[in-house]
C-alpha cells in the first residue's frame, strides 16, 4: 500500500518518532512510525533505516496480545510498514513509567545501582511536557492541575500493572528481562481510559536474559552502537511464538 491509498488527513501531532494524522472518520487516527531517535530531550538526534518499521511491527504484535489479556487500547490494526490504524483519543499528559528493575532516571536520583532488583514493582508519573523535560510528578499535582482525575489515575495504575505483569512474563518465555517501560493513556469520546502509543525497544529496556545485554534506545542513549540490530532482535523475539 502507498501512503497515497492510506487516505490521511490533516497532521494531528508530530512527536520524535511519530506522526499521528486525522482520518474521513473522526473516530479513528493513523499513527505514523519514523526512523527518528532522539534522546535526552532531542539534545541528542539520530536515525536509522528500518527503526520505524520495526516499532510498529513490536507494538501491533503486543497490543491485540494485551487487548486478549483485557487491557483496552487505542489499537485497530497494522496498516502497512510504516502505518497503524487506531481510535481516536485524547492522550492524557500523564506518562506512566514501570520499574521492575532499578536503571536509568530511577537509579541516577536515588544512587541505586543499575541491576538491582525492586521487591515490588514501582509505578511512577511524569508530566508529558517536551519544554519542561516530562518531569517527574506525583498524582497529587496531576489531579490538583487537572490533567487526569483520582478516578482516571486509579484506572490507569491498574491498567499499567496489569500490562506489567503480562508483559515481564511474556518476554521472560523469550529470553527477556523486562527492566522497566514507558505507557501512554488516552481518553476516547465517551471517556473510556485505554492504553495509547507503543511499546517497542524506545519505550522499554530490554536486557538479554542470559548476558544481560542491552536490547533496546539505551544502545542510542549511551553510544554503544548496534541499536538497529538490537532493535532487529527484539522484533525476531517478540513475534517467536513459544
Ligand atoms: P528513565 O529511567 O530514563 O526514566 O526511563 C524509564 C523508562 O521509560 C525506560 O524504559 C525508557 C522509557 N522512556 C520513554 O519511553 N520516554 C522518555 O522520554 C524517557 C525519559 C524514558
Known sequence: MT???????????EGKAKRVYATANPAEYIVEYKDD???FNAQKRGTWEGKGQT????????????EAAGIPTHFIEKLDDRHQRVKAVVIVPVEVIVRNV?????????????GT????????????????????INSDTAIALGW???????????????????????????????????LEFGKLADGEIVLADEI????????D????????????????????????????????EV
Open 3 to 13: 501512503t497515497g491509498e492510506l487516505n490521511r488527513g490533516e497532521l494531528k501531532y
Open 37 to 39: 531517535a532522539t534522546a
Open 55 to 66: 516499532n510498529n511491527a513490536i507494538t501491533a504484535h503486543l497490543y491485540p496480545q494485551l
Open 102 to 114: 532499578a536503571a536509568g532516571s530511577f537509579s541516577k536520583r536515588l544512587g541505586i545501582e543499575e
Open 117 to 136: 532488583p525492586l521487591s515490588r514493582p514501582v509505578v511512577e508519573y511524569c508530566y508529558k511536557s517536551d519544554a519542561l523535560g516530562d518531569p517527574l
Open 148 to 182: 487526569a482525575t483520582q478516578e482516571d489515575l486509579k484506572t490507569i495504575r491498574e491498567l499499567a500493572l496489569k500490562v506489567r505483569d503480562f508483559l515481564t512474563d511474556y518476554f521472560a518465555q523469550r529470553g527477556v528481562r523486562l527492566i522497566d517501560f514507558k
Open 200 to 207: 517497542s525497544p524506545d519505550t522499554c529496556r530490554f536486557w
Open 209 to 240: 536474559a542470559t548476558t544481560n545485554e542491552k536490547l533496546d534506545k539505551d544502545r542510542f542513549r549511551r553510544d554503544l552502537g548496534g541499536e538497529a540490530e538490537a532493535y532487529a532482535e527484539m522484533l525476531r523475539r517478540v513475534t517467536t
